[in-house]
């Protein structure tokens, strides 16, 4: 079940960004050359960047809200994205089954083809998302540790001397730095 957790779980936030920015990059080629599209132009990581960690010295969130303001079809695809990431804080499978629902069908009302594709996707993933809510763990420090126990499979070939490499292998969790052997 974590695995599956992890399959649906950092795709769809993936995916979704994706979506997010090729919708941005359409409007920005649609649109002629003035104001507009400069503005559009260095939007993208502010889309896509979490409100909270917008920066206030940068001028990060009227710049925001002006590319937001500037680009009807941005600005739904945009909400609905802050949206979907309270998915992950909902308390019961209840509740975020409903927000869920919820927001399929608000991305299929939202005549925004990116978006429509998108919610049949999430639609179809809905039995991978919902056990998060039962159980919010992450396979992530998991497939880390798989990640270095290829690194050092690989790292260790010609090895010939397989007690060394199980060595290796079960010291990993102890450091932070590859095993130099």
């Given at each position: 079940m974590k695995n599956q957790l992890k399959r649906h779980q950092q795709p769809s936030n993936k995916l979704y960004n994706e979506k997010l920015s090729d919708l941005?990059?359409?409007?920005?080629?649609?649109?002629?050359?003035?104001?507009?599209?400069?503005?559009?132009?260095g939007s993208r990581w502010l889309l896509l960047k979490n409100p909270e960690h917008l920066d206030e010295e940068r001028n990060e969130r009227a710049r925001l809200e002006e590319a937001l303001a500037l680009n009807q079809p941005l600005a739904p695809a945009y909400y609905l994205k802050e949206d979907r990431r309270r998915f992950w804080d909902q308390p019961d499978k209840a509740r975020a089954q409903a927000l869920l629902e919820d927001w399929i069908a608000r991305a299929q009302c939202s005549g925004i083809q990116r978006l429509q594709k998108f919610a049949n996707t999430l639609a179809g993933h809905r039995t991978g998302l919902l056990p998060y809510s039962d159980v919010p763990l992450s396979t992530g420090p998991l497939e880390g540790l798989n990640n270095k126990s290829r690194t050092g499979h690989r790292q260790a070939y010609g090895f010939r001397d397989h007690e060394f490499l199980k060595l290796r292998i079960y010291g990993l969790h102890e450091t932070k730095y590859a095993l130099v052997g």
């Amino acid at each position: 079940m974590k695995n599956q957790l992890k399959r649906h779980q950092q795709p769809s936030n993936k995916l979704y960004n994706e979506k997010l920015s090729d919708l941005r990059r359409d409007l920005h080629r649609a649109l002629p050359e003035g104001d507009q599209k400069k503005v559009l132009k260095g939007s993208r990581w502010l889309l896509l960047k979490n409100p909270e960690h917008l920066d206030e010295e940068r001028n990060e969130r009227a710049r925001l809200e002006e590319a937001l303001a500037l680009n009807q079809p941005l600005a739904p695809a945009y909400y609905l994205k802050e949206d979907r990431r309270r998915f992950w804080d909902q308390p019961d499978k209840a509740r975020a089954q409903a927000l869920l629902e919820d927001w399929i069908a608000r991305a299929q009302c939202s005549g925004i083809q990116r978006l429509q594709k998108f919610a049949n996707t999430l639609a179809g993933h809905r039995t991978g998302l919902l056990p998060y809510s039962d159980v919010p763990l992450s396979t992530g420090p998991l497939e880390g540790l798989n990640n270095k126990s290829r690194t050092g499979h690989r790292q260790a070939y010609g090895f010939r001397d397989h007690e060394f490499l199980k060595l290796r292998i079960y010291g990993l969790h102890e450091t932070k730095y590859a095993l130099v052997g």
